[in-house]
């Protein structure tokens, strides 16, 4: 498994074009490998007999702060879990973001709950308490609550607007390990809360996640749903769930405690790079650079920059066609459209031609359930400016040197 702390090329341009080292992955990790070998010659490589898995989920647990962690397989896994411990009915309307991929959205569809999506602050690109609140209903079952980008978004604010509902808050902290607000670490403010360990994520066992809750209920269907609903433990067991077998190898569990252990380092030095960045760009017009709110704190799993057409001739675009010129990876526009606008939403592909689970369900006024571009004026606009650089905490002082030299030139 590979290591984001092997030397590295002597090119700042070198690294940069990189989407390996971009992604945090290079060379295997003494203390991965080590951990591998103990799971090889144990002769236990599932989380059944291993060791790996439940001490991963310890680890976890106490390092968040939480008293119940569940790995699974995927990000895509832990939110279908999360989603499913809530106990969600068909036609239940989950309010989400539409600045994400189908693997976060999917699983509202396979519970058969409706994807509602709240618009963003065009900026930070994530949701915020206003959004969230003019989208609820009296079918609204949750809220999933994304932290783009490693920047939290208003999760306190989103909270208390959730509490005057009942609304119980799923945190997608995929992006955001070890981010805060208000001194508490995003993804065990809300009920649940996800974090992820895939390729490119802070921390990687290339793919897998982890789900942890405080509510001791919650914890117990999280970890019954993700071992295909059997009751394993039970004097009379049997299949009580409609579920899936989502559960971690333990040679995944034994590089995600690896990598684990070194995420605090990790996400430091990344921040001190992203502060070396933005003291360089503050007096450059025309970027708005990223920034937490007051009482927040970033962990830059990318670096978003939003870049005004109206100074910068070309907006986005124009800047990172320069920038690659210069052998500098980066992303315009982040994804080329809302998620509710990919054809599988927009013409409701998700079970055939029935159109489920929007058949049957009309909205409070008595129209049709649907999505529509010109709702979301803020995703548009982020989506439209904002120019999304790859980071690492490898990175070092002559690559944020580079990085900022070549931006100044290209605005």
């Known amino acids: 498994m590979a290591h984001p702390h092997a030397p590295l090329p002597s090119s700042p341009a070198a690294i940069l074009f990189s989407s390996e080292v971009a992604s945090g992955l290079d060379e295997p990790a003494p203390a991965d490998l080590a951990l591998l070998n103990e799971v ?3 002769g236990a490589l599932n989380c059944a007999r291993g060791r790996q898995v439940s001490a991963f989920e310890r680890d976890v647990a106490t390092r968040l702060g939480m008293p ?10 832990a ?30 569809l396979y519970e058969q709950a409706i994807p509602v999506f709240a618009d963003v602050d065009p900026v930070s690109l994530n949701i915020t308490p206003d959004t969230v609140a003019a989208r609820i209903s009296s079918r609204t079952r949750a809220i999933i609550a994304t932290h783009l980008f490693g920047n939290p978004c208003d999760v306190a604010g989103i909270g208390r607007v959730a509490a005057q509902h009942g609304i119980p808050i799923i945190e997608d902290a995929a992006q955001a390990f070890l981010a805060t607000q208000d001194g508490r670490l995003v993804g065990t403010v809300g009920t649940i809360g996800t974090f992820v360990f895939a390729h490119g994520t802070h921390a990687t066992a290339a793919e897998g996640s982890v789900v942890v809750t405080a509510d001791a209920d919650c ?29 971690m190898t333990d040679l995944q569990g034994a590089v995600a405690r690896a990598q684990l252990a070194n995420l605090d380092g ?5 921040q001190h790079r992203a502060a070396q960045l933005n003291e360089r760009l503050a007096d450059v017009r025309g970027l708005t650079l990223p920034a937490a709110l007051p009482n927040a704190t970033h962990v830059f799993w990318k670096y978003p920059l939003i870049v005004d057409p109206a100074v910068v001739r070309g907006g986005a675009d124009a800047v990172a066609a320069k920038l690659k ?36 369900r ?11 571009v010109a709702e979301y004026p803020g995703a548009i606009r982020g989506l439209m400016h904002v120019l999304v650089l790859p980071w690492s905490d490898a990175y070092t002082q002559a690559h944020v040197d580079f990085i900022a030299d070549a931006l100044r030139a290209s605005v």
């Open 40 to 42: 090889v010659e144990s």
């Open 68 to 77: 119940y962690a569940r790995a699974v397989t995927s990000g895509t896994a």
């Open 79 to 108: 939110i279908h879990t999360a989603i499913a411990a809530i106990h969600v009915e068909p036609g239940d309307e989950i309010i989400t973001t539409p600045i994400t991929t189908l693997g976060a959205v999917a699983p509202i």
């Open 219 to 247: 914890a117990a269907a999280i970890r019954q749903f993700s071992e295909t609903g059997w009751g394993y433990g039970d004097q009379e067991p049997d299949d009580y769930l409609f579920a899936a077998n989502y559960r």
């Open 266 to 270: 990790r996400i430091e030095r990344r």
């Open 325 to 360: 010129a210069r052998g500098i990876a980066c992303e315009p526009h982040y994804i080329q459209k809302p998620v509710f606008d990919c054809q599988v939403l927009r013409d409701r592909r998700s079970y055939g031609t029935v159109a489920c689970p929007y058949l049957r």
């Open 362 to 372: 009309e909205r409070q006024d008595g129209t049709s359930f649907r999505y529509d």
